[in-house]
C-alpha cells in the first residue's frame, strides 16, 4: 500500500471524523432547523420574496457555518493533549489534509442540500396544515450554480489555511488576516493604478462611462487569468499551504 | 530496531541532545529513566516523528520517523502521559481506530479490557483517568504494533493493576516488538524493565540489562552506615531502618536489584559507571 495516499485509509479518517463528530453535528442542525421554524412560520407566505426563502438560507448558512468549519479543521493540532493522537493516526499527511478538506466541501455542501429539502419539506408541510399558507419548497436544483460553490471554495480555502496556521481563534484571525490583506490589495491597486497609470489619466474624461470603458478594457485582457487565479490558484495554493504546515508540525510541549 | 546515532536536539536555544547515541533491539522491554527534564518524553517524541531532529541519524523500524509513514504509524502505538479522548464510547473508538493497525486483534481486547475490569458502552470522556489509562493501554497492546511507548504508564493505576498491568505487558511482548516503558515510578515497573536507560545531561548515560548490572555491581541493606573509604563502595544511602549502598563487585552473583538505588548510584557517579561498563558498551 502507498505510503502517500491510499483510498482505503482516506475512508477510514473520513469514517473517524464522522464517529468523532456526528454528535455535534446532530446538535448543530438540531439548532439551526429550530431556527429555520422560527422564522418560516414568521414569514410564511408573506411576499414573494418567499420564492427564496430558503435559497437565501442555504447561502447564508453554507457562508457562514462552512467557514467557521474550514476554521475548526485542524482544532486537534494545536491542543497539546490532542496533537499526539492526531499526528500519529496512520495515515499520511496528505491523506490527512484531503479527508478534512472534503468533510467541509464535498461532504458539507452535500449535506446542507439534504438538511435543506428535508427541514424545508417538514417545515412548510407543517405551515400548510397549520396555517394554510406556506414559503416554496427548498429545491436543491436551484443552488446549482457553479459560481456559488466556487466562490465558497475560494472562502473555504482561506479559512482552511488559517486552520492550519493559526494556533488559536483560527475564525477571527483569519477573518482579520482577510480584511487586511483586502484593504493592502485595494491600497496596491490604487497606487498602482494612480501613480503607473498616472499618464492615461491626465487626458482621462472621468466620467462613469469612461470608467466603465477602463474596466471593460483592462477586464477583457485579464479576465480569463483573474478568474482562473480567484477559482483556482487561490484555493489550490490555501491546500498546499496548509498540507505543508501540517506536513512540518511537531508537538509543541517542552521538556 | 531503533536505531540512534549523533542525534542533536534543543528547544530554542536551549540543547536537550547532543550527539548522543542509543540502540534498541526487539525482544526487550526498555525501561527510560532519568531526573525530570532529562529528556524521556522528548526521546520518545523524535523516535515516532512528533518531534524533528535538528542533527543526526534516527530510524525506527527502517523508517525516518519525521516523515510520519502510515507505515510507521501503523506499527507505532505511544501511550501519552496526558491523555485526551475524544467524546464517543469505547466501542465507537475501536470502530473508528483500529481498523488502522493491521494487526489489532479484538479477542485480546477484550480479554484486556476484561482483566483491567473496566465498563463498557461508556463514554470516553466520563471515565476516570486510571480508567481511561486502562482503556488506551488494552487498544494498545491490542495493536500488536512493533512499537509500544508508555509515557508514565502506571500513574493514576490503583494497587491491584499495577501488578496487573506488569503481568500483561510480560505477557504481550513478543520477540519482535520493542516495549518502551518511560517512568519515575521504577518500583511499579520493577522486575518488568530490562534493559535500562538512563539518561542524563543529554546523552545516554546508561544502557545495560539487569544481567550486565549484577555481574558488575552488588547491592547491600545494612543497619550501620558503610565506611566511606571502604573498597568497593560506589554509592551509599540512609534508609528506614539503615543504610543502602552500591558495591563493585564483578564476582557478584545474580542478585535482586533495587532500580531506584541504581539509578541514584549511575546519577551520583556517572564517571565510575561509565569505566565500570565499559567492556559491555563496546559490546553494545
Known sequence: MSEIFSPHRLGLLIRNDAIADYRSLLIISATLAGIILILAMLSRGS????DYFYLLLYIGILLTWGPISSSRSFKELHDKTANEAYLLLPASTLEKMIARLLSVTVIFMGYLLVFMSLTSAVIESLNSLLFGKNNQWFHPLDVM????????LVIQSLYFLGAAWFRKTHFIKTTLAITIACIGLAVLTLVIVRFVLVPSFDDLELSIDSLYALYNGVIDVTEISLITLYFVGLPVLCWSVAW?????TQVSDGV | MIEIKELCFSYGRKNLFQDMGLTLQPGNIYGLLGLNGAGKSTLLKLMTGLLFPTKGTLITLEYDPAKREPGLLSKLFVLPEELNTPGITDQEYVRARAPFYPNFDHESLARYLQE?????????TTLSYGQKKKFLLSFGLACNAS?????????GLDIPSKGLFRRLIAEALSDQQIFIISTHQVRDVDSLIDPIVILHEGTVLFNYTLAQVTSQVRMSHGVSRPDGNADGLLYSEPT??????VWKDESAADGPVDLELLFKSVIANPEIYSSLFEAERADT
Open chain 1, 145 to 152: 450554480e457553479w459560481s456559488l460553490f466556487g466562490h465558497y
Open chain 2, 147 to 155: 512499537v509500544v511507548m508508555l509515557d508514565e504508564p502506571t500513574n
Open chain 1, 47 to 50: 411576499s414573494s420574496e418567499n
Open chain 2, 116 to 124: 483491567f475490569d473496566l465498563p463498557r458502552e461508556r463514554k470516553l
Open chain 1, 244 to 248: 505543508l504546515r501540517v506536513r512540518e
Open chain 2, 240 to 245: 528506614v531502618g539503615g543504610f543502602s549502598a
